[in-house]
């Protein structure tokens, strides 16, 4: 393993976490992600849009997908589903780029609401820093983006 992707400093100091209550049950929340139609439109910061080119949703399964900026650019994102256990847990590696973990939980709660935990870890303290002030919006945007998609997704 090279050193740009050795783990280094406690999880707490390496990763972000977003919550976001949601007014829906856990299975229309899961459905938001787990259908590329519902989840193509809400991955992503404000402005952004994805075209998906693979969506092989099952452990050890690839994601790979285009992020379209508002900027005109274009982001490839490569992706493998390390972990799912439907519609409870999904976990994501990230894998090109700027490298992350990223586990979404989805936790039944009390009147048919779904608590979302966004855990993104990054390899090192130093990484997370470095991209913060443009992590912590972004994760931020999605899940507003995810709130607004479950609404679309039919009961």
């Not at 994601?63 to 992706?79: A, L």
């Not at 130093?126 to 039919?154: G, M």
């Amino acid at each position: 393993m090279s050193n740009a992707n050795a783990k280094t400093g406690p999880i707490e100091a390496r990763s972000f976490l977003h919550t976001r209550l949601v007014d829906a049950p856990r299975e229309r929340v899961f459905r938001a992600f787990s259908d590329p139609a519902h989840l193509a439109k809400w991955w992503g910061p404000n402005g952004f849009s994805s075209t998906f080119e693979t969506f092989d949703l099952r452990k050890d399964g690839h994601w790979k997908f285009v992020m379209h900026g508002p900027d005109g650019k274009n982001y490839p994102n490569e992706n493998v589903f390390t972990e799912l256990e439907a519609p409870r847990r999904v976990v994501i590696d990230h894998i090109d780029g700027h490298h992350f973990v990223l586990t979404i939980e989805f936790i039944e709660e009390a009147d048919g609401k779904t608590l979302v935990q966004w855990l993104q870890t990054f390899d090192s303290a130093e990484e997370r820093e470095r991209i913060a002030v443009f992590v912590i919006e972004a994760n931020e945007h999605n899940l507003d983006r995810l709130e607004a998609e479950v609404k679309k997704v039919l009961p």
